[in-house]
Every structure is written in structure tokens, then in C-alpha cells.
């Protein structure tokens, strides 16, 4: 299927460069005419997914970028998050409901669940300094 359009984006790794993230996207996507449900549900996913970026993969450095790809096509948009940061050691259990690596109270462990509970289709490759989310949502 051909991309009708495509945007980068390069961020700091802040927590006040997480709405941002999500509202670029959320403004790219409209351009094949999604739902308002379904622009609500890809800022959630990409914002569950840039946090997760911020937090983890970073773990609080002064320093840390992270990459956006979106790529549209006729019927879906496919969102790529991209760091630099640490890796996921065991990506099935860091995809777990509840699994965490922050302090107790701190972070629910929930952030996968919910890319994939607000996503088509969720996919994880890491590996010591880089990890790549892919989101995509049909329309």
C-alpha cells in the first residue's frame, strides 16, 4: 500500500514536548479524515508511548531525543517512535498489563495496554540503544 504523505519529528526527550508530540500527529492524521474517536485514540496511544520514552528509556537523563515517523496511507496512519535510550530487556513482559520498571506507585504499568488498546496494531523492536515503537490506526 503507497504512502500519500509522510512527516518527521524530532523531539527532546521532556515531558513538556509529550503533548506536543501527540497533537503533531493528531494534526497529520486528520488529513485522510479519521474520526474524532479515532484522533482521540492515537494522541493516547502516542502519548502513552512517548511518556514511556521519557521515563524509561531515558530514565530521567538531562539528555535524550526522540524521533517521530508518520506515514499516511489511504486507510490507516502508521506512527514511528523511535529513542535512543537504554532498550527493553524482555519486550512480552514489559508488554504485560501492570508490568513496570519505575517505583511502586509511581508508573501503573499499563502504557502497552494502552497503545494496544487504542491501536489496530501495536509492534516493539528493541535492543540496547534503540527502541521502536510502530502504531498503527485504521480508519
Given at each position: 500500500?503507497s504512502?500519500?504523505?509522510?512527516?518527521?519529528?524530532?523531539?527532546?526527550?521532556k515531558?513538556?514536548?509529550e503533548?506536543f508530540?501527540?497533537?503533531?500527529v493528531?494534526?497529520?492524521f486528520?488529513q485522510?479524515?479519521p474520526t474524532?474517536?479515532?484522533?482521540?485514540?492515537?494522541?493516547?496511544?502516542?502519548s502513552?508511548?512517548?511518556?514511556?520514552?521519557?521515563?524509561?528509556?531515558?530514565?530521567?537523563?538531562?539528555?535524550?531525543?526522540i524521533?517521530?515517523?508518520?506515514n499516511?496511507h489511504d486507510?490507516?496512519?502508521e506512527?514511528?517512535?523511535?529513542?535512543?535510550?537504554?532498550?527493553?530487556?524482555?519486550?512480552k513482559?514489559?508488554m504485560?498489563?501492570?508490568?513496570?520498571t519505575g517505583?511502586?506507585?509511581?508508573?501503573?504499568?499499563?502504557?502497552?495496554?494502552?497503545?494496544?488498546a487504542?491501536?489496530?496494531?501495536?509492534?516493539?523492536?528493541?535492543?540496547?540503544?534503540?527502541?521502536?515503537?510502530?502504531?498503527i490506526?485504521?480508519?
Open positions: 500500500m504512502i500519500k504523505n509522510t512527516m518527521k519529528l524530532q523531539i527532546e526527550a515531558s513538556q514536548n503533548s508530540a501527540r497533537s503533531t493528531a494534526g497529520f486528520v485522510i479524515n474524532l474517536e479515532q484522533v482521540e485514540d492515537l494522541k493516547t496511544a502516542v502513552e508511548a512517548v511518556t514511556n520514552c521519557i521515563v524509561h528509556a531515558y530514565q530521567g537523563k538531562q539528555q535524550g531525543q524521533d517521530i515517523t508518520c499516511l486507510t490507516h496512519i506512527v514511528i517512535i523511535c529513542d535512543y535510550g537504554k532498550g527493553i530487556p524482555d519486550i513482559q514489559a504485560r498489563p501492570f508490568y513496570t517505583t511502586e506507585g509511581e508508573r501503573s504499568g499499563m502504557g502497552f495496554t494502552v497503545m494496544q487504542f491501536c489496530d496494531k501495536v509492534d516493539v523492536a528493541s535492543q540496547q540503544g534503540k527502541t521502536i515503537i510502530t502504531l490506526k485504521n480508519i
